[in-house]
Nanobody, 128 residues
Framework: QVQLVESGGGLVQAGDSLRLSCAASGRTSNGGAMGWFRQAPGKEREFVAAITWSGGSPYYTDSVKGRFTISRDNAKNTVFLQMNSLNSEDTAIYYC?????????????????????WGQGTQVTVSS
């Protein structure tokens, strides 16, 4: 299985930005897709964004559109989540996940069950 390691979380104030990274060991460019999810205490794991390694268009949940940007560096097997204009509702543990599926479809890319490998998560806390 692919090892995924998130980094970049922290404590910030509302309106600030953070850039999360997810390093995928052994990952190859154009192979499958990566997603970001988040989970706040007492809530279900929520889809945030997804992108394919092959270069297809990324997808976002409505609540982060215009604020978050997912990207990837295929040569380094790393995906990023640039988070701008953070607010308290963004406070959660953020997880990256990997799937061998090579094309994103609405029927599955927002479902945690579609992803086979997960990182341990990185905490993002946004103070009001």
């Amino acid at each position: 299985q692919v090892q995924l390691v998130e980094s970049g979380g922290g404590l910030v104030q509302a309106g600030d930005s953070l850039r999360l990274s997810c390093a995928a060991s052994g990952r190859t460019s154009n192979g499958g897709a990566m997603g970001w999810f988040r989970q706040a205490p007492g809530k279900e794991r929520e889809f945030v964004a997804a992108i394919t390694w092959s270069g297809g268009s990324p997808y976002y949940t409505d609540s982060v559109k215009g604020r978050f940007t997912i990207s990837r560096d295929n040569a380094k097997n790393t995906v990023f989540l640039q988070m701008n204009s953070l607010n308290s509702e963004d406070t959660a543990i953020y997880y990256c996940a990997s799937t061998p599926r090579i094309q994103l479809f609405p029927s599955w890319y927002g479902r945690p069950s579609a992803y086979s490998d997960w990182g341990q998560g990185t905490q993002v806390t946004v103070s009001s």
